[in-house]
């Protein structure tokens, strides 16, 4: 493989692969127990679906140092990991997302990410979220307490089918903007409570398959829930079989057109 192909990449520098330099003109090897490190001539702008043309070689990498990416005129990281499934360690502590708009399917598929640390992320021009971490099978703890998503309107999808999440930290979410929240946390299989007291919703339409296939889930309070917009509502808790009780007195259907 060149990584002359790798789409959007035309400033590399050179690409370290193990402890193999490879400069622009070079083939490159990559093999699943590989590290491999980017280094770039110039700042990048658009990450979108940024390893488009070599995905099928990015599906080897396990292991991704990014340190060395200057992010900090970047818009767009939509789709950016997007179905690295040998994925296992993704350092992304030098990351600077404080120009970014759109996070979409940034980690979709990152189905053998064990861990992720996104502490140092600035998200407070970010407006979707949508696939965000979907399929993200076996991350099992999750924290996004410093997430400022005040103008996000999106986030269909953000959890779906993270089966192993276990811990998840979202308390701090501003959603007072978000329309959709259509299977947010849908077959996140093993989550058995989750902490939504701040989450403002009276901007939502869909809450669509919100928690359905939630079979872990054993309670989660709603009550500061504002309903009055949302005209969808069918199989939001199908398939909660663990779920104890459920308090839906507050909730407003007046606008609800489907249920089932």
């Known amino acids: ?63 991704m140092d990014l340190s060395h990416f200057d992010t900090s005129l970047v818009t767009n990281m939509s789709h950016l990991f997007y179905e690295f ?19 979409s399917y940034m980690f979709f598929q990152c189905s053998s990410l ?13 407006t979707t979220m949508s696939f965000m971490f979907n399929q993200c099978g076996i991350l099992q703890s999750l924290d996004l307490s410093n997430f400022n998503t005040s103008l996000v309107t999106n986030m269909t999808r953000m959890f779906g089918n993270a089966n192993f999440l276990i811990i998840l930290n979202i308390s701090n979410f501003n959603t007072s903007l978000v329309t959709d929240m259509s299977y947010l946390f849908s077959s996140c299989s093993f989550l058995q409570s989750v902490d939504l007291t701040n989450f403002k919703t009276s901007a939502v339409t869909t809450m669509s398959s919100m928690f359905s296939a939630c079979m872990s889930l054993q309670s989660v309070d709603l009550t500061n829930f504002n309903t009055s917009a949302v005209t969808t509502m069918n199989y939001m808790f199908s398939g909660c079989q663990s779920l104890q009780s459920l308090n839906l007195s507050t909730f407003n259907t007046s606008a609800v057109t489907t249920m089932i």
């Open 1 to 63: 493989m060149n990584f002359n192909t790798f789409y959007y990449l035309k400033n590399i520098n050179y690409i370290k692969v193990g402890d193999q330099n490879y400069s622009s003109n070079e083939e490159l090897s990559v093999t699943k127990s590989d590290k491999v490190e980017i280094h770039f001539n110039e700042v990048a702008t658009n990450l979108y679906y940024f390893f488009k043309d070599s995905k099928y070689h990015c599906r080897k990498i396990t292991s």
């Open 114 to 126: 064990l861990s992720l640390n996104l502490s140092n992320f600035n998200t407070s021009l970010v």
């Open 85 to 103: 499934n040998n994925l296992q360690v993704l350092d992304l502590t030098n990351f600077n997302t404080s120009l970014v708009t759109d996070m």
